[in-house]
Antibody
Framework: QVQLQESGPGLVKPSQTLSLTCTVS??????????WNWIRQPPGKGLEYIGF???????FSIPSLRSRVIISVDTSKNQFSLRLRSVTAADTAVYYC??????????????WGQGTLVTVSS | QSVLTQPPSVSGAPGQRVTISCTGS?????????VHWYQKLPGTAPKLLMY???NRPSGVPDRFSGSKSGTSASLAISGLQAEDEADYYC??????????FGTGTKVTVL
């Protein structure tokens, strides 16, 4: 059974960089069958897709965050990471890492991390 | 903001049937991309409830059913139970925005 686990600081100061890592266990991150994703949920709001990376390092992030987001992968550690620069209070959210199964045109999230709350506050 | 629109809330008495709509456009659902549904309980990660419009993963009760037509999709819950009280999200792919989630629907069991 694949498991994903987010890790990183729960409190980040405004204008600093949010950094999270997702450790994948029970399966290899080095598979062409999946994308590795970041999704967030601000308090009281819905799910917001952030972006993905594949095992070769190809990435995508949504236009509204693209200038501030870096997603990277470390296949030797079976991990992928999110860095979000210049954070504001609007970036306060529960951040989930997730695996998308690639079955075009039917890609879907089959495994989620438990989520980690990141609060942006001084 | 999400490109998939859901009703903010639906409710029903135990045993009743409720449906949740997910309305998209010609760049996502209408372009032929499938719709998937997730159930989210408070404080927990979302759980895959339906994939490829109408397929239930192992362990999901057959009280849950899904369909897709044109630029919309729907999730139906028959024989509503107290444990079904949760938030539900649809998800698809948008040709301009990659993966997208619906606005979310809170299901309340009266």
């Amino acid at each position: 059974q694949v498991q994903l686990q987010e890790s990183g600081p729960g409190l980040v100061k405004p204008s600093q960089t949010l950094s999270l890592t997702c450790t994948v266990s029970g399966g290899s991150i080095s598979s062409a069958d999946y994308y590795w994703n970041w999704i967030r949920q601000p308090p009281g709001k819905g799910l917001e897709y952030i972006g993905f990376i594949n095992y070769l390092g190809s990435t995508f992030s949504i236009p509204s965050l693209r200038s501030r987001v870096i997603i990277s992968v470390d296949t030797s550690k079976n991990q992928f990471s999110l860095r979000l620069r210049s954070v504001t209070a609007a970036d306060t959210a529960v951040y989930y890492c997730a695996r998308v199964r690639l079955i075009a045109p039917s890609d879907y999230v089959d495994f989620w991390g438990q989520g980690t709350l990141v609060t942006v506050s001084s | 903001q999400s490109v998939l629109t859901q009703p903010p809330s639906v409710s029903g008495a135990p045993g009743q049937r409720v449906t949740i709509s997910c309305t998209g456009s010609s760049s996502n659902i209408g372009a032929g991309y499938d719709v998937h549904w997730y159930q989210k309980l408070p404080g927990t990660a979302p759980k895959l409830l339906m994939y490829a419009n109408s397929n239930r993963p192992s362990g999901v009760p057959d009280r849950f059913s899904g369909s897709k037509s044109g630029t919309s999709a729907s999730l139906a819950i028959s024989g509503l139970q107290a444990e079904d009280e949760a938030d539900y999200y649809c998800q698809s792919y948008d040709s301009s925005l990659s993966y997208v989630f619906g606005t979310g629907t809170k299901v309340t069991v009266l």
